[in-house]
């Protein structure tokens, strides 16, 4: 199987996924860089061999190597899901004997990872950090503003247009999030006046809201990231800071202060409190204090 291109009855499969099955394109976007990394290492633990033909024994040397590599367990075991699919696939249309990773799932994967995040002193650090002197200074600090004060994914920021901000409801509309879901997100009070004059610096500028300072284009993903590291850099922080980290941080102070798991998951785009829930584990005595609340005997009044 040739490692730089994908199959072509994989490429029939992700159309399926696509155009019966409906899922995101970003979903298919995540297929199609899965199969390519087992396709490539495939070549060489089991060359000219396709996925579906392939034994347990030679998917577990694949799962050891992404280990090795870095990769975490939840990770795999998305990788793990989405082979899993394609396997399933390829038995039921005839073309495999078995799905030989029915069933399989690295049996640590129920670890809850406690997301990194920055305390309150680190993100104040962090905003300080940015100068303001310039138009792409005034930019970069708004950035790390909408990532934290708004908890937006890289992507959901990149794509954000001037129209897209409602003056009269001070929300930004995210279009297209996570699973093709579209959310309101209510912009606080200090951002909100930084937004304001960043959009009277743009003079009536209707297109991407967030734009490169030379070609005037969208800003992209890795630009934001660029952005970040360096904010990080000025603030003397000693840990990895990416933007994820700050939507992890929008979460669990918003969690510190009492707010609703449901209106935390309404306002991140997630797809139940649920998957919120994580970020309890951020907060050491959450759920023991509030357990404890049980205990106390309810206030008698005349």
């Not at 033909?53 to 998305?78: A, C, M, P, T």
């Not at 994580?278 to 509030?290: I, K």
């Amino acid at each position: 199987m040739n490692a730089a291109a994908l199959d072509p009855w994989i490429e029939g499969y992700l159309n399926y996924q696509l155009k019966v099955r409906r899922l995101a394109p970003r979903s298919i976007v995540d297929m199609r860089c899965t199969f390519k990394k087992a396709v490539q290492t495939m070549a060489e633990i089991r060359p000219a061999l396709a996925l579906w033909k392939v034994s347990l024994e030679d998917f577990l040397q694949w799962v050891n190597r992404q280990r090795e590599q870095g990769y975490s367990v939840h990770s795999i075991n998305k990788d793990l899901s989405h082979l899993r699919g394609l396997l399933e696939y390829a038995w039921r249309s005839g073309h495999a004997h078995g799905n030989v990773l029915d069933g399989f799932n690295l049996q640590d994967a129920a670890r809850i990872e406690v997301p990194k995040f920055l305390n309150l002193e680190e993100a104040r650090r962090l905003v300080e950090a940015c100068p303001i002197r310039t138009s792409l200074q005034r930019r970069d600090r708004l950035v790390i503003l909408l990532l934290y004060g708004c908890g937006l994914r890289t992507m959901e920021l990149c794509q954000l247009d001037v129209a897209d901000v409602d003056m009269e409801r001070q929300e930004l509309f995210v279009r297209k999030g996570k699973g093709e879901r579209a959310r309101r997100i209510p912009v606080p009070d200090a951002v909100w006046t930084i937004l304001l004059a960043f959009l009277a610096e743009r003079r009536g500028h209707r297109s991407a809201l967030l734009r490169t300072a030379q070609k005037k284009r969208r800003l992209c993903s890795h630009e934001v990231c660029d952005v970040v590291r360096a904010a990080a850099r000025m603030a003397g922080l000693p840990q990895v800071v990416t933007p994820k980290t700050l939507r992890h941080s929008f979460a669990t102070h918003l969690m510190d202060r009492g707010v609703d798991l449901a209106v935390i998951a309404s306002l991140m785009g997630h797809r139940s409190p649920q998957e919120t829930g994580v970020y309890l584990h951020g907060l050491p005595g959450r759920r023991e204090s509030a357990v404890q609340l049980l205990s106390k005997e309810p206030e008698v009044r005349p």
